[in-house]
């Protein structure tokens, strides 16, 4: 089915491909996207969340409440996201129209961890190959 054809369910359409996503994470990825954009004009007035990316958005089903996970070089991020949490949550009410606008919380990714864990592991393997020991 081609972009923008209608299928014989509601007449919703269909992505490319005739894949259908789920509607819980449509709503985290547009959520992801409005943070991205509002943290980088708020990065301009705070310099603590210049080095922040925003990785996921993981909204509760019945939108009361998402978490906000980002990876981040330095530990003031956090802070400088706690301290904009309203401004965002507006934001995410103005730019994205659902029944509730979710409470917003804040949280390192896991995977950014595990990730920079695995590479130190694989550093020193390396390491201990080249000295021989």
Avoid at 89 to 115: C, I, M, N, S, Y
């Amino acid at each position: 089915m081609s972009p923008g054809r209608r299928d014989r369910s509601g007449g919703r359409s269909q992505p490319a491909g005739g894949r259908r996503y789920p509607r819980s994470a449509r709503v985290n990825e547009v959520l992801r996207e409005v943070l991205a954009e509002e943290i980088e004009r708020l990065a301009e007035l705070d310099t603590r969340l210049g080095l922040l990316t925003v990785t996921a958005v993981q909204a509760d089903p019945d939108l009361r409440r998402a978490t906000v996970l980002f990876a981040a070089l330095g530990d003031e991020a956090a802070e400088a996201l706690g301290e904009a949490r309203v401004r965002l949550q507006a934001a995410v009410g103005r730019q994205v129209h659902l029944k509730r606008t979710p409470r917003l919380a804040f949280g390192a990714d896991p995977a950014v961890a595990a990730g920079q864990r695995i590479e130190d592991i694989l550093r020193d393997l390396h390491r201990r190959d080249r000295d021989g020991t």
